[in-house]
DNA sequence: AATGAATGAGCCTTCATTCAT
DNA sequence: TATGAATGAAGGCTCATTCAT
């Protein structure tokens, strides 16, 4: 398996069925035979690629924030100034989001209920590192002000989400200019 | 029975029951049974006081809801700067979710959740349009950035709400130092 | 009680408004609550009239059956010729059941099931006789054919039983014409 | 397992058990839990079958009708005389009936109850259109009397469930000569 | 007599998981 | 690998009945 062959991704397809019945329904509304059809696999067979029902959805939580995590960095380099990185990383995020909503709800799902396992998934320490790194090398040189990551990580990056998620429920039009205009005061809260 | 106890307020033993368990445990994982024991009440009074399992939820978190937005209002006045009004608000909100642990995780799982009804709770209508009101004038007044309602709210006290649930996760210690700090971000983000 | 006074027949009532509902809506349909709501009175003191629900509901059945039974022998004399007094069983019969069709439906309901006590209500043992009396005396006097008693009144009053729950569910018109035809036809059948 | 057996034939199984029980029972003292047992199965697989326990119940008529019209039917056919087709179907009737006296207490039970659809079911239209055609063709053929299809039926067919209903509440004996006394009567009854 | 809150057993149904094929 | 019938443990809800008042 994982070759690369598409006749037998089924792990592929169960995991992508799962993403867009679990962000429409819920963990709980959606049932592993449900899962089994929409992908048009066996319920059985689900047993075969995953451990039971939760495993599956942490394995989906693990591909889906790496997913998130890759394409927030895309194209980070120190060789930008600190607000080119930050509007980098504002940008790609906004972007990635909005145009995988079943992705941002399956994540705002899951991490706001008792699935959430408290640690990041191993594959996304580079990612993690790198935005990590960004908040702590701004606060040294001066640039941002001088809070503790997580602080400046909401004051950013959960802002970003906070709207697109708006933006979703479609309490709220985020268009390039208003994301341009909520990306200028989430500077004016982080930097000095 | 019970002589010195409540007298048999059986509605209320249910609602806080249920916002524990719920809090702790999740919607699913609290069966209607386990609420009645930890309440202290049959399985079967609890149809007599709410029509379902889902209406009990809905107004379990009309209640919660409204309580939170009464602290968060207690005090506020037109006779206060706007910063002043500002900082009542942040405070107000961080000592009452901070000293409410279980509501605020129930109101997160809550608003994350499909059981969520887009409209707010009735009662609470004082309170939305005092909060709402703060931004509309500051815009007007040219103190606060001529940004939607909603992008404020979130640059302010959406950010409040993320750094109190990481408070809560134990990933942060907000103490009144940090806290005053953030809302001096905070004020950075939307005041012009 | 039983006195007459009509502010406190609770008991009266309770039977009216189980038949009705239970007419409606079956035995299993209809809960006690349910038949105290509509009759106006507690829950609880349906206990007091009644032993349980079977109770209740067999007590409702030895009062319609006995009201069907007067119904069906008013005006009986053996004066009139065995023709006539057949007429007499049939109309009382027709007319009492279409104009008491919550009756009708509770009987046909009650003596199809499982609740069915073989034997009939002792008050109604005159009724009865007279009823069967009139099979008996036909036979022996050789106007009706030689037949079983209960094969007679199936073919008689089984008959415009059977006609008249047709008309209820309106599958069949029932007037007088097609009333008296039937009758003839039924005569055709019972007589020598 | 249970090699001799019939191939794990679990619907029809199921079917059976539903029959036998509610027959003795009724349906709402019949549990699905109950049915399982009986049937030999898990209460959980009966939902793989039927929808729910009222479609089970509604597919068990169905079945029971069908194959009560059949027997009541086999061997008919229009070189035989009216009272020749008349006493076929009579007796083919009260056989059929008097050998299944759980389908017989079933669907006077069923059709005596708000689970009645009013339509038949759809296999059976052929036999129904038979027998029908049979009162129709015999009125046009002067030998009935003229009176409408329903009650011809109950003067005929209607009686003969009334007396296999008594002889099944060993209220009556039905042998085949008081089965054949009643043919004749129910013959002066419909025939001109 | 009367109320109606309270109980608790039982019912229908769902669904994660297993297993024979 | 793959299927899908089968299991069985819950879960939400109803309702006959009781009991404190």
């Known amino acids: ?41 066996s319920a059985g067979i689900i047993y075969h690629y995953f451990d039971s029902k939760d495993e599956l959805i942490l394995e989906l939580y693990r591909t889906v924030k790496l997913d998130m995590l890759q394409s927030m960095t895309d194209g980070y380099s120190n060789d930008l100034s600190y607000r080119g990185r930050f509007d980098l990383l504002w940008v790609n ?29 191993e594959d996304c ?11 702590a090398d701004g606060v040294a040189a001066g640039v941002l002000k001088d809070l503790p990551t997580p602080v400046l990580l909401s004051l950013s990056i959960g802002v970003a989400a906070s709207l697109v998620k708006q933006h979703l429920a479609e309490t709220l039009v985020l268009d390039d200019d208003l994301s341009a205009a909520a990306a200028d005061a989430c500077w004016d809260a982080i930097s000095t």
Not at 2 to 25: F, H, M, Q, S, T
Not at 125 to 135: C, N
């Open 1 to 41: 398996m994982e070759k690369g062959d598409k006749p037998a991704d089924k792990r592929g397809a169960i995991l992508d069925a799962a993403l867009r019945l679990i962000a429409e329904r819920g963990f709980h509304n959606t049932p592993v035979s449900m899962i089994a059809d929409v992908s048009g696999v």
């Open 93 to 121: 995020a906004i972007r990635h989001v909005i145009s995988h909503p079943d992705a941002a709800a399956f994540l705002e799902q899951f991490e706001s209920s008792s699935y959430m396992e408290p640690t990041l998934p």
């Open 125 to 135: 320490v580079a990612e993690i590192d790198l935005v990590m790194g960004f908040f």
